[in-house]
């Protein structure tokens, strides 16, 4: 007998590709994709004010042609000098996570934060999100506070930080 099938090595790390968003064309496939993994609800407002204003901080995967992942953020002056970077918003489709692809997707973020400016990036994860706390652990994200049943669901959140060194050329204009 054959060893029984698992959709999940049928996914090939090496055939993952990453892009940017290119445009309301890809709202669609954005929806879909945050709708079927997350907890929280969002309207078509939102995904657009993200995507509206930050297209270039939003990353999508695709295995083959199938869309596996997406990560959705923003970037604020924060402060009088310094920029602060958001994610909103990652989803790995369940076929495909534990290879390394929400890794991916959040990194490509932040080298697009840090052409931005960015000198802290911020998010909230749910303390019983292990997959999610794992995975910003291992990007350098420190648990910077305890949110007190910050979602609907009544769960607590953690807000995760990551301080990022600005390179030579991109310090903040001094203050006059
Ligand atoms: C969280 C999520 C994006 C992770 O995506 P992924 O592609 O599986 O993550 P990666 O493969 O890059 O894993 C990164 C690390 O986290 C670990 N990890 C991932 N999922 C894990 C889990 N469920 N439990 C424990 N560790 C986990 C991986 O082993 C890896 O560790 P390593 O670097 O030591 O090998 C994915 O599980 C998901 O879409 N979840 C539902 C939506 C969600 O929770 N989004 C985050 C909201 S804050």
């Known amino acids: 007998m054959g ?28 929806m879909h ?3 079927n993994e997350l907890s929280e609800p969002y309207s078509i407002f939102t995904y657009r004010y993200f995507l509206h204003y930050w297209p270039k901080l939003c990353f999508l995967a695709f295995s ?11 970037l604020d002056r924060h402060r009088e000098q310094a920029m602060r970077g958001y994610v909103a918003m990652l989803v790995v489709d369940k076929l495909c996570r534990g290879k390394g692809v929400g890794s991916e997707l959040v990194r490509k973020s932040i080298q ?13 994860a749910e303390v019983t999100n292990q997959g999610a ?3 910003y652990q291992g990007l350098g994200f420190i648990r910077d506070k ?9 769960v607590d959140a953690y807000r995760l930080k990551l301080l990022l060194p600005l390179s030579e050329g991109q310090e ?4 006059a």
Do not use: F
Request: charged content about 25%.
């Open 3 to 30: 060893a029984p099938s698992d959709d999940r090595q049928q996914v090939n790390q090496a055939s993952i590709s990453y892009r940017q968003y290119s445009g309301e064309q890809d709202l669609p496939i954005v």
């Open 33 to 35: 994709l945050v709708d």
């Open 64 to 74: 083959g042609d199938k869309p596996v992942g997406v990560v959705i953020c923003k």
């Open 112 to 124: 697009a934060m840090i052409e931005g400016k960015c000198e802290e990036v911020a998010l909230e």
């Open 133 to 135: 706390l794992k995975l």
């Open 146 to 154: 305890r949110l007190h049943r910050y979602y609907l669901n009544g």
């Open 172 to 175: 903040s204009a001094p203050t």
